[in-house]
């Protein structure tokens, strides 16, 4: 029995904090509200979704988001000592030969910190790549690309800069200006929003206090003499989710200050099957201006912007982390994640 003066040490708060957690990571359902909880016999109504679709996973694409899947599991190849096609086509390799001595291929400029994301896609573009018959070996047609956000002066400001880079010779194949935001720390994901084979290109950044979410489908134009990464990008914006009372980004952390360096804790997107019917949604945890954590779905096709699956403001903590996914049968699935309370 504790007595009316009893005061938690800060050891016993660390503790009880770490209680918390567990209990949210252990229970996901206590991150959804009762209005507005995944119901997949709701979405099903919507989908017509039979249960005979594979649901999707990672599109065909070697690293769409953060952690490769939805599981957020990291899951790479597999790699061996034996591994390798030998003087075979690399297609026929069931496993990568194991790298033992790692070496430095390429650096791509000067940007000090590489990117500001805190993840770098990886994605096969080849079926947006424009250019001739001639220049398709030049033109990166066997190549992986990856994403990055750099940020550059421009007329004075700070930009975003969106940028792919092919991934044989470190060239910029194709970059957009995203203006002025804040610090752009969640990865962009790729996914094809449209079943056509070509990929987009999802981006999730805070501007003047609204939650932005930009969808790119990127053409990569080159000749015989490389690659035109610049003009207006403005025909390959499929659509801009904004939401003037959310952000991806808090204010509230200890090196949020410009003097120590603007750091804002920011969440990364999740890609997921939600309705388990072959097709990705987008996950986000975000804070309102209340600084409560909210749950976001969004989903994704390239005709018009979004309208949310659900959305739900959650009860405890103030600082979400990324969402991940768990599938437990061929009908139901669960988003979790934790939230701490900021001190």
């Known amino acids: 029995m504790q007595s009316p ?180 720390k969640a990865s962009p994901v790729i996914v094809d929003l449209d079943d056509d084979g070509m990929q987009e290109l999802i981006i999730v950044y805070d501007a003047g206090g609204t939650l932005y979410v930009d969808a790119y489908s990127p053409r990569l134009h080159c000749s015989v003499t490389g690659w035109s990464p610049g003009g207006s990008k403005s025909g390959e914006l499929l659509w801009s989710y904004s939401d003037d009372n959310l952000q991806i980004s808090s204010t509230n952390g200890p090196y949020t200050s410009s003097w120590l360096g603007g750091h804002r804790p920011t969440t990364q997107p999740l890609l997921a099957d939600l309705d388990l019917d072959g097709d990705a949604e987008l996950v986000l945890a975000v804070i309102d201006d209340n600084e409560n954590p909210v749950v976001l779905a969004l989903p994704l096709g390239a005709n018009g912007v979004p309208t949310p699956i659900w959305q739900s403001t959650l009860e405890d903590g103030s600082h979400p982390s990324d969402p991940s996914f768990a599938q437990i049968d061929d009908q139901t699935a669960y988003v979790l994640l934790t939230t701490t309370e900021a001190s």
């Open 5 to 184: 003066s009893f005061k938690p040490s800060s050891e016993q708060k660390a503790l009880l904090a770490v209680v918390f957690l567990l209990l949210l990571s252990l229970s996901p359902m206590l991150i959804l509200d009762s209005d507005r909880g995944l119901d997949l016999e709701d979405l099903e109504k919507k989908s017509a979704f039979t249960g005979t679709v594979d649901p999707w996973t990672d599109g065909g694409q070697p690293w769409p988001q953060p952690g490769r899947l939805a599981q957020r599991t990291s899951e790479g190849p597999l790699h061996s000592p034996a591994g390798g096609a030998g003087t075979e086509s690399p297609s026929n390799a069931t496993e990568m030969f194991s790298i033992v001595y790692p070496v430095i291929n390429w650096e791509y400029g000067t940007y000090s910190i590489g990117t500001d994301a805190l993840g770098t896609p990886i994605a096969d573009l080849s079926q947006q790549i424009v250019t001739e018959e001639s220049a398709i070996e030049r033109c990166g047609g066997d190549s992986l690309f990856i994403v990055l956000i750099q940020t550059e002066v421009v007329g004075g400001t700070d930009h975003s800069i969106v940028k792919i880079i092919e991934g044989e010779d470190a060239d910029l194949a194709w970059e957009v200006d995203l203006g002025a935001t804040e610090t752009i």
